[in-house]
């Protein structure tokens, strides 16, 4: 079995870095995606809770209840 040369493990070792970087980068995107469409859901929960809030009040309001 041989041994790689200096230079070539060297080589290999900065191309394995190179990979590890990316992925590293890869995950930290994935999630900031995450978290961006984690708070887009929260914010449309919230927005369907105000408009059916809204469609209440306004119910109320056409039936002339007090709310």
Same mark, same amino acid.
């Given at each position: 079995m041989s041994v790689p040369s200096a230079p070539? &493990?060297?080589s290999r070792?900065?191309?394995l870095a190179d990979r590890a970087d990316f992925f590293v980068d890869l995950l930290a995107e994935n999630s &900031?995606?995450? *978290?961006a469409v984690s708070? %887009?859901?929260m #914010?449309? *929960?919230?927005n369907a809770r105000?408009? %059916?809030q809204l469609a #209440? &009040?306004?119910a109320m309001i056409r039936a002339g209840k007090q709310f």
């Open positions: 070539l &493990a060297q070792h900065h191309e &900031a995606v995450t *978290k708070r %887009t859901i #914010i449309q *929960k919230e105000t408009e %059916t #209440i &009040a306004r």
